[in-house]
């Protein structure tokens, strides 16, 4: 149970997000959710309930709305116990035929989103003495195949990132570890990829239920960790 604990979920109006979200309110948390995309899908937040703050149109790629994003959710809440990073995006590209600007848009949607929430919420994670902080690496990042070298570079730099701020805040009371997810089952990978055998994929929730866990008391003794989520892949 997360009874009286305020998570944090960036991208979270995203096929991910949104999976997170609903499972932590069912759980008992308070939950914001901070998104780039401005409209939030009908019905959605009534489906989360009253102790909800969605905040659409952020730009994460910025320290000052990042900083600005976690000042309110902490004016509302009192509390933040538990960053969840989802925001980042995939784009195919190959070194020959791609371009240079790829591999700086990867690194600014995958990277400098989670580093800037980090950095914003750890003031308040420190606070509440038990924070914790979950990212999103991915498989690919292990052993890139080609096209994913923007891709798989830029999450590669957030496992880097987790192992890093993990061994900066053991004895601080903040634990950091991140999923490495295969391919996760979205509308958005089945439109990509329609021949695909779905069901080998990773589904939303399930992903949700191991990113909420590392979340949870119960992985108090848990940092530093890259955990593969691969479904049947």
Known sequence: MMQGKTIV???GLGALGSAVAETAAKRGASVALLDYAPTVPEGFAERLGANTLIVGGIDLTSLTAAETAMGSIKAKFGRLDALLNIAGGFQWDTFADGKVDSWDRMYAMNLKTALNACKAALPYLLESGAGRIV???????????????????SKSAVQRLTESL???LKLKGVTVNAVLPS?????????????????RWVAPADLAAVMLFLASDEAKAVTGALIPVSGRV
Do not use: C, W
């Open 9 to 11: 979920i960036t991208g």
């Open 135 to 153: 990212n999103v690496g991915a498989q690919s990042a292990l052993h890139a195949s080609s096209g994913f070298g923007p891709y798989a570079a």
């Open 166 to 168: 993990a061994d900066e």
């Open 183 to 199: 391919i996760i089952d979205t509308p958005m990978n089945r439109r990509d990829m329609p021949k695909a055998d779905f069901s």
